[in-house]
């Protein structure tokens, strides 16, 4: 009886009252098809239950066993962001636990069509900002896209010119010395990276960024008195607008250098100016080494006639006689320019008589004294102008 129950106990160690262990199943498979990405992937989400899982994790299997992909459970709901279409209308996945061939599941689905969903940029803006140097200017530029399959941009210009390769993910961006065509409107065009097909392009007016153009203003010329033979005195003036500079150059004909001077110091008068000897005379300012900012004028030019001293018309008028060897003697003469009020006379052999006044003329020597010769001679200067004299030879009277 004893050895009865003992088997009895050993069987139903064996197979009463020990608990089963139950086997790893996986149920409620559920695969939900979310949007396209690009025109061969799109948004898949996975879901399921695992019971008695020998493992925590699980592995998904394409058609041909390839594997996509290794997962924990602890991610379910699991959605995979670019799931490759297979070309086929319906999609498959097998799930297995990690390890467990014994534990699998396969799904099917209906696969989307995503034959639609092409790369596309949109809403191309660009917004210009300030000028930044000589042609150059901020440009910000922004759009919308939509199934890049890329995460970089290029920007081109006019003659397919690319110009820079950027990140989506840094939209929207700045360009901050972006070059002007020199045309009064600008041209973009935006490609995904790689994608020659996907692009969106745009002309906008270019802000204005020339530089400030030097201007010269209409000469005012100003002839002043003479100040000697061919000189005068010159004034000028003028506006002036981005000169870039403090200086400006004079010239006259020919490109002759006469001066600089300070634009600050305007209106300036240039003293001893030399007239050309033509009716009109002519002056170029420009400013100093800016070539191209120049302005010129022509002018009706002073007669300035000699200023020196000169004497002409020297008059020599004889009269009575006094004594055998003396006679009166008038002088008379024009003169200019003299610089002084006296004046001086000579015989030959420049012999001195003695000085006068000008006003004084015409001028009576009582007894003059003749020389001997049949004519007399008589130089007359104006006192300390040694440059400045006249001579003359008159009859000698016959004073018997």
């Known amino acids: 009886m004893l050895r009865i129950w003992a088997g009895f106990f050993i069987l139903f160690a064996l197979f009463g009252c020990s608990e089963l262990t139950e086997p790893c ?9 979310g949007e396209c990405q690009t025109d061969s992937t799109y948004i898949l989400t996975l879901d399921f239950t695992a019971r008695n899982s020998t493992n925590d994790y699980f592995d998904l299997f394409d058609r041909e066993n390839n594997s996509i992909g290794y997962f924990s459970l602890a991610e379910l709901p699991l959605t995979i962001e670019s799931f490759a279409l297979l070309g086929k209308d319906f999609d498959y996945l097998q799930i297995c636990i990690n390890d467990n061939k014994d534990c699998c599941e396969e799904i099917e689905f209906e696969a989307p069509d ?22 150059t200017y901020q440009l910000t530029l ?6 890049a399959g890329n995460d970089f941009f290029d920007v081109f210009v006019r003659e397919n010119k690319r110009i820079g390769t950027y990140k989506l993910a840094d939209l929207p961006i700045t360009i901050e010395n972006f070059e002007s065509s020199g045309n009064e409107y600008d041209f973009m065009k935006i490609c995904i990276n790689d994608n020659e097909e996907c692009c969106k392009v745009a002309e906008f007016k270019a802000p204005d960024c020339q530089p400030e153009v030097c201007e010269i203003g209409e000469l005012a010329i100003d002839p002043g008195e003479c100040t000697g033979e061919n000189t005068y005195n010159l004034t000028l003036n003028f506006d002036h607008a981005n000169a870039g500079n403090e ?34 005379d002519f002056i170029k300012v420009c400013i100093k080494d800016q070539k191209e900012c120049c302005k010129v004028a022509e002018f009706k030019a002073p007669k300035c006639e000699s200023q020196m001293c ?9 009269g009575a006689c006094q004594t055998d060897s003396t006679y009166s003697l008038t002088i008379n003469f024009d003169y200019k320019n003299p610089g002084n009020d006296l004046f001086e006379v000579y015989t030959r052999n420049n012999s001195y008589i003695g000085y006068f006044r000008l006003d004084e003329l015409p001028l009576t020597i009582k007894d003059f004294k003749k020389s001997g010769l049949d004519y007399d001679y008589i130089k007359v200067c104006i006192n300390d102008q040694e440059n400045c004299c006249k001579e003359e030879e008159i009859l000698s009277p016959k004073c018997e």
């Open 142 to 147: 922004d759009f919308d896209h939509a199934n």
């Open 114 to 135: 995503c034959s639609h969903k092409k790369c596309k940029v949109s809403e191309l803006k660009i917004t210009t900002g300030e000028c930044a140097e000589e042609n």
């Open 247 to 280: 200086h400006f150059n004079v010239y006259v004909r020919d490109n002759k250098l006469i001066g600089t001077y300070k634009l600050a110091d305007l209106p300036i008068t240039i003293e001893n100016f030399e007239t050309s000897g033509n009716e009109y």
């Open 310 to 318: 000169e004497i002409s018309k020297l008059n020599l008028t004889s």
């Open 25 to 33: 199943i996986i149920e409620n498979a559920t695969a939900v098809v």
